[in-house]
Nanobody, 121 residues
Framework: QVQLVESGGGLVQPGGSLRLSCAAS????????MGWYRQAPGKERELVAT???????NCIDSVKGRFTISRDNAKNTVYLQMYDLKPEDTALYYC???????????????WGQGTQVTVSS
């Protein structure tokens, strides 16, 4: 039983900034990976950025230099700091985690409900 709560979305003008957060709670032994996906209207859901338990990050080319993913292990929270937002960044952003609920258990994947990011003038 893992719950994910996202926040930080909203309406912003092109060139603006937003900081998304996702807090994981429930039965968590370890978090293997946390990340963000997004889905624009009429489009498939796509990966945006991930960070693993060692702090290694990865992101898609279209957001490199603009988005930064980070993690607060004490709070089981992942952040997505977004700068220089563009209209094409408009999407519903979903938090995704891969967690173990106990030692030796099979990692499980969980999704948040999503937070809307709209970039428009």
């Amino acid at each position: 039983q893992v719950q994910l709560v996202e926040s930080g979305g909203g309406l912003v003008q092109p060139g603006g900034s937003l900081r998304l957060s996702c807090a994981a709670s429930g039965t968590i032994f370890s978090i293997k990976s946390m990340g963000w996906y997004r889905q624009a209207p009429g489009k498939e859901r796509e990966l945006v950025a991930t960070i693993n338990n060692y702090g290694t990050t990865n992101c898609i080319d279209s957001v490199k230099g603009r988005f930064t993913i980070s993690r607060d292990n004490a709070k089981n929270t992942v952040y997505l700091q977004m700068y220089d937002l563009k209209p094409e960044d408009t999407a519903l952003y979903y938090c995704r985690t891969i967690v173990q609920t106990g030692r030796g258990t099979v990692p499980r994947l969980d999704w948040g409900q999503g937070t809307q990011v709209t970039v428009s003038s």
